[in-house]
């Protein structure tokens, strides 16, 4: 038989996916279907990726940053040929939860961390992915997933309600309690202008998927709003020298924030020569010596000292961003005034328009805004190359939430993936596609962008528009370099409030209560897990890896509850002839001879309910010879099991009663031989079929006995 030759193509191709649908190319109808399909995305994914990006707390543009390399390495290396992968509302909301507890919110400290979290989450993914442990997957059970994701989209929809009104609170310990204090500012101080964009936006997008869902609302949305601010001038600005803002508290902040960079100077020269220290106590004493361990503490409470001051001084800012002011009337911008709200002195004009601080440059120049919030300025070209910094002292506290939006992320996005898969019915392999959002997250981080994942909205378009193989992903990739290249300046006016209604209503699809009520009917155990994961979800908000762990905890307990007691039933003839359970269908049973049958592994769980079992029948029926345990329903035994066994047989042979096994599966089988059961038990013992080892335990007994025992099967007809 000649050898079977090694093809390099076929090898490569299961590590390199796309080497399968690559040739496909060469077919012309192929090829402008999945350019149309990814010009199509694009057109969604560049205003969704912005509005997902303010979302995680960052600058919208970092949106542009994930959706551009993310998109074209998952379609390389995963399995799905239209799984859209880029920025997702879940994901951006996680990466929120987790960074704000770490740094400001957009602060350099914070899109540091942003990108250090996207490289864990490819780490995590590829590692699971290359180790073929996707199934890891399914501890975050459906209750688990359906309570959290209904109750993210409510938490990310009313998260926008502040760019909805035009308002802006400073953040609480807790979600509902922003939310209560936008409701309230936004009663009393709506920004009518922003509102009305926001409505717009949300007519456009509604009306035109209705009309026709496959034209692009969100884009059509974006285009006429944009227009709309550019000509209504929705945004105004003003540059003023801090001596024309009247409030010295205000002129405290700004004098913490200008002494900043000299701060932050002199603490990384004291750092950089405790750390010179610390590397020079390593080498001449080694890691374990107190001087090692003090140069080290000396270090470590340096950096912390550096980012209390850095991470102070720009919430103190944020906080100061959200007052509001009054500017006096006057015919040169340079000599009027701005007070804060409601404390302009007795007869001095102020204009009907509410001012706010916008940003502060080096020299102490302040920008005020007035009317709407914009975009602003995009910075132009693609992003730099930039290798995360491994920072030690968060990795601990990244690492959870790391998993956490690994997971659920890669829920999000293999579940689209099936859907698509079983329509076009392409194969799809769970472990690739890990393997696939895994490099994405690890390549973007590269390039700055923040953790991505597949997206439900997305994929559907580019499915719709017609896309046959993953490179509809690269075309998008190309459209979104093209915009960052030389059509940022476009995005300039576009409203914050449009962005805001562009999330609202892509999470619309993700809150379904009829979902949690189904559940509930089908199990109240799992309707209770779905409930609680979402309430706490709700109440715990920000802190959303809290609400997950207790979800997962939750559930793992209420398997380990299910499975503590499995069923045990005693069997007997029925007079079918077949053996059914003796309680069920009022069955005579044998004083000599008993089977039970377990539906249910044995593991250190439930071992004790199964010998105490076993051992209460023997008790109740004192001419008990023979226990027969049918076992087709236990599918795997541990060490504790199989000690056990040995225990229980021991005690059962001691009182004069034989246990004898029937139907078990070879994996059983397997465990038991192995350890010597089999053996010390004897062969004979083990039987394929009930009758065989009735028939072992009928010889047994006297002759007499098959002839009037409830279990023979002529018996039962003669009953019948």
């Known amino acids: 038989m000649a050898a079977k030759k090694f093809s390099f193509s076929a090898s490569a191709s299961y590590f390199i996916p796309f080497l399968k649908w690559l040739p496909e190319l060469k077919n012309g109808t192929t090829l402008r279907a999945d350019i149309i399909a990814g010009v199509t995305v694009a057109l969604v994914l560049i205003p969704q990726s912005m509005a997902y990006a303010q979302l995680a707390g960052l600058p919208p543009y970092f949106g542009l940053y994930a959706a551009f390399l993310p998109p074209l390495v998952a379609a390389i290396f995963g399995s799905s040929r239209q799984l859209a992968t880029g920025p997702v509302a879940v994901v951006s909301l996680l990466t929120a939860a987790a ?18 979290l996207a490289f864990f989450v490819g780490l995590f993914q590829l590692s699971l992915g290359l180790l073929r442990l996707g199934v890891l997957v399914n501890f975050l059970s459906h209750p688990v997933v359906m309570g959290f994701t209904n109750a993210a989209a409510i938490i990310i929809a009313t998260s926008q309600l502040g760019k909805i009104f035009g308002v802006s609170v400073p953040k609480a310990a807790h979600h509902y309690e922003t939310v209560w204090n936008t ?88 750092v950089s020569s405790a750390q010179k220290k610390h590397v020079a106590a390593v080498e001449k004493h080694g ?13 470590e409470s340096l950096k912390r000292q550096r980012d209390r001051h850095v991470d102070g001084a720009d919430a103190d800012f944020k906080r100061m961003k959200t007052l509001l002011f009054n500017k006096t009337k006057s015919k040169n911008d340079k ?13 001095v004009e102020v204009e009907p328009d509410m001012w706010r601080i916008s940003s502060l440059d080096k020299d102490g120049a302040l920008v005020m805004h007035s009317g709407g919030r914009v975009v602003g300025t995009i910075p132009e070209g693609l992003p730099t190359m930039y290798l995360p910094n491994i920072d030690l002292n968060v990795i601990g506290q990244l690492f959870f939430s790391a998993v956490a939006i690994a997971l659920i992320g890669f829920m999000e996005a293999v579940s689209i993936a099936k859907a698509m898969a079983a329509r076009t019915r392409q194969r799809l392999d769970a472990n690739q596609e890990l393997v696939g959002q895994g490099l994405s997250n690890i390549f973007g981080s590269l390039f700055q962008s923040y953790p991505v994942s597949g997206s439900f ?67 109240r155990d799992d309707g209770m897990v779905a409930v609680i994961t979402f309430v706490l979800t ?45 309680s069920l ?52 035994i541990d060490a504790s099991g199989e000690e056990m066994l040995t225990s229980l047989t021991e005690r059962l042979q001691a009182g004069g009663v034989e246990i004898l096994f029937s139907r078990f599966k070879k994996q059983v089988m397997d465990v038991l031989r192995n350890s010597g059961f089999v053996e010390r038990l004897g062969g004979d013992r083990f039987f394929r079929k009930n009758e065989m080892a009735l028939e072992y335990a009928w010889k047994g007994l006297e002759k007499d006995h098959e002839i009037e025992c409830p279990l023979n099967i002529v018996c039962a007809v003669e009953e019948k």
């Not at 959303?544 to 793992?556: A, K, P, T, Y």
């Open 99 to 116: 960074l704000e507890p770490l740094a400001t919110t957009g602060g350099e400290g914070y899109i540091a961390y942003a990108i250090l």
């Open 183 to 270: 409701i309230i500012l936004g009663l009393t101080q709506i920004h009518l202008p922003t509102f009305g964009m926001a409505i717009l936006a949300f007519v456009i997008m509604v009306v035109v998927k209705r009309i026709n869902p496959k034209i692009p609302g969100v884009l059509l949305a974006v285009v006429i709003t944009t227009i709309l601010a550019l000509v209504t001038d929705f945004q105004t600005l003003q540059t003023i020298n801090k001596d024309q803002l009247i409030d010295d508290s205000t002129h405290d902040i700004i004098a913490t924030k200008l002494k900043l960079p000299g701060k932050i100077e002199k603490f990384d020269k004291r």
């Open 287 to 299: 890691d374990d010596n107190r001087r090692t361990l003090s140069a080290q503490l000396k270090l």
């Open 335 to 347: 000599t009027a005034k701005f007070y804060p709200d409601g404390e302009a002195p007795n007869g």
């Open 457 to 523: 909205s997305r994929s559907a378009v580019n499915l719709e528009a017609g896309a046959i193989t993953g490179f509809s992903s690269i075309v998008t990739t190309i459209v979104v370099v093209v915009t960052l290249l030389w059509l940022t300046p476009l995005l300039y006016h576009l409203p914050q409030a449009t962005l805001a209604a562009v999330i609202m209503m892509a999470v619309i699809g993700l809150v379904n209560f009829k979902a949690l009520l189904h559940t509930w009917h089908v199990r």
């Open 538 to 582: 709700l109440v715990l908000a920000p802190h959303l890896d809290r609400s997950i762990m207790i979800g997962v905890i939750l559930s793992l307990a209420i398997f380990l509850y299910r499975t503590m007691e499995p069923r045990i039933a005693a069997l007997s003839r029925h007079p079918d002839g077949s053996l059914r359970d003796a």
């Open 585 to 636: 269908y009022g069955l005579g049973t044998c004083e000599n001879i008993s089977i039970l049958r377990f539906d249910g592994s044995l593991y250190f769980a439930n071992i004790s309910y199964f010998e105490d079992k076993v051992l209460g029948i023997a008790a109740s029926h004192p001419d008990l010879k023979y226990i027969i345990v049918d076992g087709p329903g236990i599918n795997q």
